[in-house]
């Protein structure tokens, strides 16, 4: 019996390659101060990629109203396949009590990841290419029980048409389970009536099991999570990463207090290639499209300076240009008054010296008769 021609084993060569060069995976987290964004990192992951921060200077840095970028880098082994893995924090977003742009920061971020991305594309040697296009976004919700804020809003449209976006509502153990799924409706609502854009896994038809999970993921959205990177006990005497309180013990990994296992596995285990997949063929491509119907080849961007911080700066200098127009403006209007009476001045010794030339030519003129008159007197 023959073994056909090889084609089957195609499958086999991309995982022994994909095995030696590994991958790399870009993640942004976006969301207010103090709802876990770090520890939720460093629970995935299962290491301390971000360091914790120190919120006793959360409150100092009020007067500075613009958002930060920071950028952490870890390399990941498991089984002997390497990732290369990518966090973009935003430190600063919502912070402040005017959020007004806050945003702009980050959508800006995005936006340059893919034009680096498209510039590198079009250069002759493109080996070494710098690949910070961000494949996942999580967006953290404050776990109010209400509904979405206007910034919520407001900032999600906007990431959603640039990145996979995935809501996850934040410190889920500080909600009773019913307000909990009743705040998750409302989400679900808002999002869909504000027509904003979120990651949905791909239903594969071809495979019933695949596609109910995909339907079961999609139906969980938004993940309600937990953050620990701390073992606590639990009554029965396991020992688990979650937060101790009187009442007992909210665990990260159990399904009934959280949703953080079907957020990882969409992460990792189950979408990380889809994940990559549609943000080089549906976000990139998109960002691309819309550049080279505006754009010549090879012309660079035309950057808006809507930054906050940029718009800040700009009226600073306005300020202080017109400050110094004003001051020169008096300078010279000091000037100017200086010389009219210098002129003036002038004026009047010009007609002074002129009234005593005019003098002058009278006496001459007088004493010219009288040497006329005298010599005629003489002859006779």
């Known amino acids: 019996m023959s073994d056909g021609i090889g084609i089957a084993n195609l499958p086999n060569q991309r ?111 493109r080996k070494e290419k710098q690949d910070l296009r961000i494949h996942a976004c999580l967006y953290f919700v404050k776990p109010t029980g209400t509904t979405l804020k206007p910034l919520d809003v407001e900032i999600m449209k906007r990431l959603g048409t640039r990145v996979n976006l995935i809501p996850v509502i934040a410190k889920a153990d500080t909600m009773v389970p019913e307000d909990l799924l009743n705040f998750k409706t409302v989400i679900r609502e808002v999002v869909a009536a504000q027509g904003i854009k979120i990651y949905t896994p791909p239903i594969d038809t071809d495979d019933d099991a695949v596609a109910e999970y995909a339907r079961s993921m999609q139906a969980v959205m938004p993940f309600s999570i937990i953050g620990s990177t701390q073992d606590v006990t639990t009554p029965d005497g396991r020992v688990v990463k979650g937060r101790e309180y009187l009442w007992g013990v909210a665990e990260v990994e159990n399904e009934d207090h959280c949703d953080f296992k079907k957020l990882r596995s969409l992460l990792i285990r189950s979408y990380m290639l889809d994940l990559i997949t ?27 300076l809507d930054n906050p911080k940029y718009r800040e700066e700009e009226e600073m200098l306005r300020k202080r240009f017109t400050e110094q127009v004003k001051l020169e403006e008096s300078r010279f209007r000091q000037w100017e008054q200086h010389l009219i009476a210098e002129r003036d001045r002038l004026n009047k010794d010009l007609e002074q010296a002129h009234t005593a030339i005019k003098a002058l030519e009278a006496e001459l003129d007088t004493v010219a008769a009288y040497h006329r008159q005298g010599g005629t007197v003489g002859r006779r």
């Open 278 to 304: 549609s943000t080089e063929e549906n976000h990139y491509e998109a960002y691309r499209l819309t550049q080279m119907e505006t754009r010549k080849f090879g012309e660079p961007k035309v950057r808006k």
């Open 15 to 125: 995982h022994k390659i994909t095995s030696q060069h590994g991958a790399h995976f870009t993640i942004m987290v976006v969301g207010e101060s103090g709802l876990g964004k770090t520890t939720l990192i460093n629970t995935l992951f299962a290491t301390e990629i971000c360091a914790p921060r120190n919120y006793r200077q959360r409150f100092a840095k009020q007067l500075d109203k613009t958002t930060e970028i920071e950028i952490l880098k870890a390399d990941l082994e498991e089984r002997g396949f390497n990732i290369k893995l990518t966090v973009i924090d935003t430190p600063g977003f919502g912070d402040y009590v005017n959020n007004r742009d806050s945003w702009t920061p980050i959508i800006d971020f995005i936006d340059d990841q893919h034009e680096s991305y498209m510039r590198q594309e079009q250069q002759p040697h």
